[in-house]
């Protein structure tokens, strides 16, 4: 089998708008994550510290969410059109591991 018909390492090209907010996002989240770190760093209460924590969790939910989301209405929606139903049992599959 050659290699360009294997799907093992699939890509996505982005708008450069969807680029852009998807960076926003994980700099926003990063930003999040080294607070947190600080906060473990300089002794923060324990609450205070969770509390940051939840904020970082639904941050990383929203950007799943909204990767999801673009990837149902591009991706998923494409090979459905083209026939490849394969891509149902990926996106359940992906939408299961999401849900853990």
Do not use: W
Not at 8 to 30: A, F, G, Q, V
Not at 71 to 95: F, M, N, P
Request: hydrophobic share 35%; net charge positive.
């Amino acid at each position: 089998m050659e290699s360009q018909n294997c799907n093992c390492h699939k890509t996505k090209e982005r708008s450069p708008e969807e680029y852009k907010c998807l960076i926003h996002r994980l700099n926003r989240i990063e930003g999040q994550i080294r607070g947190i770190r600080g906060m473990v760093e300089k002794s923060a209460y324990c609450p205070d510290i969770l509390a940051q924590v939840a904020a970082a969790n639904a941050a990383l939910n929203a950007f799943s969410r909204e990767l999801l989301a673009e990837h149902i209405r591009t991706c998923v929606a494409r090979d459905v059109r083209e026939g490849r139903q394969e891509t149902l049992d990926e996106l359940v599959a992906t939408i299961q591991k999401l849900m853990k």
